[in-house]
């Protein structure tokens, strides 16, 4: 079992930046893939972006030059570090773990972008 705990989330306006958090514990892998999902009201659960456990990050076209992913193995941590965001980012945002095609989820922050 692995525990997923964000923290950062909150209500920017447009424009403006919010870094998320997550910490891991448990029954951590070396080799796994951490990342942030994001669903909107009504719609489905969408990647952000993810990051293997060397170091190799893909992120949605839509925060593509916007959105940084960065991770500490040793803090078994992943961050996503959000610039210029736009009210269409405004979503739950979920910490994810997946290692072994066994997925894990956080509880989920709330990002709210004012326009």
């Known amino acids: 079992q692995v525990q997923l705990v964000e923290s950062g989330g909150g209500l920017v306006q447009a424009g403006g930046s919010l870094r998320l958090s997550c910490v891991a514990s448990?029954?951590?892998?070396?080799?796994?893939?951490m990342g942030w999902y994001r669903q909107a009201p009504g719609k489905q659960r969408e990647l952000v972006a993810d990051i293997t456990s060397g170091g190799t990050a893909t992120y949605a076209d839509s925060v593509k030059g916007r959105f940084t992913i960065s991770r500490d193995n040793a803090k078994n941590s992943v961050y996503l570090q959000m610039n210029s965001l736009k009210a269409e980012d405004t979503a739950v945002y979920y910490c994810?773990?997946?290692?072994?095609?066994?997925?894990?989820w956080g509880q989920g922050t709330q990002v709210t972008v004012s326009s």
């Open positions: 994810n773990y997946h290692s072994w095609n066994v997925h894990y």
């Open positions: 448990g029954s951590i892998f070396t080799l796994s893939v």
